[in-house]
């Protein structure tokens, strides 16, 4: 006998549809959970809520093999052989993390196909991988943030299979797998949950309406979000999970549910006996997420610092647009190593009020990600150019040092290691004509309000945007992507060879800043930032002992000081 179950609080009736078989009527409970035991059922299976006729997945399918508009399919955890019985993890503190994205990081845009490239990311030097989401959304291309499917792997990808046939690689070479994932919303096509029950709020965010994290029947949404957390972490075997945007999660219960997430995931994590990391995105700046439980805060692992790119892109490009606004001074840069945040309580221009609070100074530095690039500060750009398209290779290795000497958690995006020249843009395909027709014009005024022209923003629905996007790996055969490459390698090296330069410690990092040039002490170890058009002699702190890294060629040391050329970086021993 299989038993089926679903959860539909306001339905009067509840029918399981099997193919070629006839319907069953299920039962209901009190607690809302509709429950049927089926004798001989085949793998795939639907319902029919109330006295309509039109099949729907399972709100908590481990499936979707034809799409999320398709019937669901019974998927057996336990028949999956695994081969990572001796892993015991990887903990986030000391690591760097390597983003990207399965549809775009290969040709072929499979879970398989970037198993072939892991090998590459072991010899970079990363520890963990993280993928942006992979849950099913409807089309074949998509960023993966209008996921449908809260349990079930995209079937393009390479379905529950295929993305455990990557944990499991990465697993066998050292390297610890992190998920990016949504709940905060429902992608705009396909997403039945909703018909359901009571999953969503009134409120709404940036991407639709709000999750019921509150409201009548929020327990049951709640546990959805909980079983799908520990899902990810157990049966898949995954390393941790990057919560997207969790200021858009409106909770205003006593414990929040990222406070619940948090205990679940520590109860998994001592059970399994290896360290699960939980990641926030947000734009709050807001040190409770990241704060122990013990000491009144959420208990969360991470979150992204946004402070400390934005820090560093406009220093670095000159950009003072929009957000960057309140950014660019290497006073700001200073703030923001030495403090974590620089939004603490500061005005921001940009939203036009006093945003954020300072951190604590005990708090480490191990708790903020910070980065150069990610998917949404080059894909939220206009055309989706990176840094590379408008920076020269000497000053995009004088932000990497700045970035892999800084006392956070570095992540880099896929391609920034050999500074890859393809664009990452914003792409989808959806079927609906109309639904595609109105990302397009959204996507247009948004840009138009940020001063971009709407003829230069690629149509996100044209085939040409996902394949311009793909990485192309043959640019490695050329000498400059491969000395850049080079470079990333050995300043990864260096930081893992250096306790100075892991060290999460803010309030033991100096900072010092003068015409274009920045000294970042980190115990015996200093970092020199030249950021000038024009070589420069700076004064030291110290005696130096030896040159660790240089970006560029030419260094001279003369004791005390040091003679960079224009746009070059330095690590030196004292």
């Known amino acids: 006998m299989t038993e089926f179950s679903v959860w539909a609080p306001d339905a009067t009736r509840v029918r399981l549809h099997l193919p070629d078989a006839a319907d069953h009527e299920m039962r209901a409970a009190a607690d809302g959970w509709w429950r049927v035991e089926v004798p001989d059922a085949g793998p795939d299976y639907s319902f029919l809520l109330n006295d309509d006729e039109t099949p729907l997945p399972d709100p908590r399918s481990p499936w979707q093999p034809a799409g999320v508009h398709g019937p669901s399919r019974r998927y057996d955890h336990a028949a999956f052989e695994w081969s990572d019985s001796s892993w015991t993890g990887r903990q986030l503190p000391g690591s760097i993390l390597y983003e990207l994205h399965i549809g775009t990081f290969t040709p072929e845009g499979t879970f398989d196909a970037a198993i072939d490239r892991l090998d590459h990311l072991v010899s970079l030097g990363v520890d963990l991988v993280e993928?942006?989401?992979?849950?099913?959304?409807?089309?074949?291309?998509?960023?993966?943030?209008?996921?449908?499917?809260?349990?079930?792997?995209?079937?393009?990808?390479?379905?529950?299979?295929?993305?455990?046939?990557?944990?499991?690689?990465?697993?066998?070479?050292?390297?610890?797998v992190i998920l990016d994932v949504v709940y905060n919303h429902f992608g705009p096509s396909g997403a039945y949950a909703p018909r359901f029950g009571p999953y969503l709020a009134e409120q709404s965010n940036s991407w639709g309406r709000s999750v019921n994290l509150d409201g009548p029947h929020s327990d049951e949404v709640r546990r959805f979000i909980l079983d799908s957390v520990t899902m990810w972490l157990r049966d898949y075997h995954v390393d941790g999970l990057r919560l997207d945007a969790v200021h858009a999660?409106?909770?205003?219960?006593?414990?929040?549910?990222?406070?619940?997430?948090?205990?679940?995931v520590e109860s998994l994590s001592t059970h399994l006996g290896r360290p699960l990391s939980l990641i926030a995105e947000s734009d709050l700046n807001d040190p409770r997420l990241i704060t122990p439980r013990e000491a009144g805060g959420f208990g969360l692992h991470a979150q992204w610092n946004d402070d400390a790119h934005h820090a560093l892109h406009t220093l670095l490009t000159g950009e003072r647009q929009g957000y960057y606004g309140d950014f660019g001074s290497l006073e700001t840069l200073s703030d923001?190593?030495?403090?974590?945040?620089?939004?603490?309580?500061?005005?921001?221009?940009?939203?036009?009020?006093?945003?954020?609070?300072?951190?604590?100074?005990r708090v480490p530095g191990h708790r903020l990600v910070a980065y150069l690039q990610n998917h949404d500060q080059i894909g939220n750009r206009a055309t989706g150019d990176r840094i590379s398209a408008s920076l020269s290779p000497s000053l995009l290795r004088v932000g990497a040092t700045l970035l892999l000497t800084a006392p956070f958690t570095p992540m880099l995006f896929m391609?920034?290691?050999?500074?890859?020249?393809?664009?990452?843009?914003?792409?989808?395909?959806?079927?609906?004509?109309e639904l595609a027709a109105a990302v397009a014009r959204g996507r247009r005024r948004e840009f138009a309000s940020h001063g971009w022209a709407e003829g230069d923003v690629p149509d996100p629905q044209d085939p040409q945007t996902f394949v311009r996007s793909r990485l192309d790996w043959a640019e490695l055969d050329k000498p400059e992507h491969r000395e850049m490459l080079g470079f990333y390698q050995r300043l990864i090296?260096?930081?893992?060879?250096?306790?100075?330069?892991?060290?999460?410690?803010?309030?033991?990092?100096?900072?010092q800043h003068g015409d274009q040039f920045l000294l970042m002490r980190r115990g015996e170890t200093l970092v020199v930032a030249n950021l000038a058009g024009r070589g420069q002699g700076i004064s030291l702190p110290g005696v130096v002992r030896r040159v660790l890294l240089a970006s560029g060629e030419g260094v001279t040391v003369m004791r005390d000081r040091i003679q960079l050329p224009a746009e070059t970086a330095a690590i030196v021993a004292l």
């Open 131 to 176: 993928l942006l989401p992979v849950n099913a959304f409807n089309g074949e291309h998509n960023w993966g943030y209008d996921g449908v499917c809260w349990f079930a792997p995209h079937q393009p990808y390479g379905g529950p299979d295929g993305l455990k046939r990557f944990v499991d690689a990465a697993h066998a070479r050292g390297l610890g």
């Open 249 to 264: 999660l409106p909770d205003s219960r006593a414990v929040p549910i990222l406070e619940e997430l948090a205990v679940s």
């Open 336 to 361: 923001v190593l030495t403090g974590g945040f620089f939004h603490a309580g500061t005005w921001s221009s940009f939203r036009n009020r006093h945003h954020g609070r300072a951190l604590d100074p």
């Open 415 to 433: 391609g920034e290691e050999w500074a890859a020249s393809t664009p990452w843009q914003f792409f989808t395909s959806h079927p609906e004509p």
């Open 493 to 511: 090296a260096l930081r893992r060879s250096l306790p100075d330069l892991s060290d999460p410690r803010l309030n033991a990092v100096s900072v």
